[in-house]
């Protein structure tokens, strides 16, 4: 499958169009932004290890019973998925306060949250990704329905059923994540963009070390073997 033309350029990734309508490729960047673009820098490797790191997740929850996007990933930089309609918001999900939970309320970095946080954003750079109840999404038209919210919200807590237990396995603790989902041709909601250190936090468990963009936004450096470090655990059965 190749590469036709160029749909949309994003922070971390291209996306392309390709010969059938119904699937798309996107191409993982090295490039690091932080801060609503504020932050910006390149990392050689980094959009290979998430275009695996998010192929190995998206297979897992597939077998766990998660509709996804997925459908290959064609070489180090590309993966092929279906073509689905983006609905505009950025589905958080939170274990742990820290970021901008702590900021923002005051709750102190590290707390566990008395029960998983699912919060929206509206994916919308120009306004800084501002935060939305159900009547803002639904004034805004992002979804059409209250059950389209409904089910964003269940899809988001049963991913993180599947995934907190399995990276904590694996010596990680999932403090926080974003989705993104989108309908696919026959209306269904799917989960779609990526599943990757870029847009999860991930403690070690016996260090405290964040393996995540936080190194970036953190000035503290070693992005590139923190994400090596989360791809070799996810490939140890
Ligand atoms: O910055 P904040 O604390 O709100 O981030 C919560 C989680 O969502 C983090 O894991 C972060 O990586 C992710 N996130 C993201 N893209 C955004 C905002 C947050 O991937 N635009």
């Known amino acids: 499958m190749e590469k036709i033309e160029l749909l949309y350029e994003g922070k971390a990734k291209r996306i392309w169009r390709t010969e059938d ?14 801060f609503n673009g504020e932050m910006k820098s390149s990392e050689a490797g980094k959009g290979a290890l998430n275009n695996q790191i998010s192929t190995e997740l998206f297979k ?27 609905i505009l918001i950025e589905v958080i999900v939170r274990n742990i306060a820290t970021g901008s939970l702590s900021k923002n309320l005051g709750i102190e970095n590290g707390t566990i949250l008395p029960f998983t946080l699912v919060e929206f954003d509206y994916k919308n ?39 907190k237990p399995y990276f904590f396995e694996k010596g990680l603790k999932l403090v926080d994540f974003k989705l993104e989902f989108g309908k696919d041709k026959s209306g269904n909601i799917i ?47």
């Open 191 to 237: 989960l779609i963009d990526e599943i990757s250190p870029d847009n999860c936090r991930f403690w070690d468990i016996e260090s405290g070390e964040s393996l995540d963009k936080d190194r970036f936004r953190k000035g503290k450096g070693g992005l590139k073997v923190a994400y090596e470090n989360v791809l070799n655990r996810i490939l140890q059965h």
């Open 21 to 34: 309508e119904n699937l798309l490729i996107s191409e993982f960047k090295d490039d690091l932004t932080a």
């Open 125 to 163: 750079d120009a306004l800084g990704d501002p935060k939305l109840n159900d009547q803002h999404a639904l004034i805004l038209g992002l979804v059409e329905y209250q059950d389209e919210l409904d089910k964003l919200r269940r899809m988001a807590r049963q991913i993180n059923d599947i995934l």
């Open 60 to 86: 897992m929850l597939a077998n766990n019973g998660i509709q996804t996007h997925f459908i290959k990933m064609l070489d180090n930089n590309h993966m092929l998925h279906k073509a689905c309609n983006v």
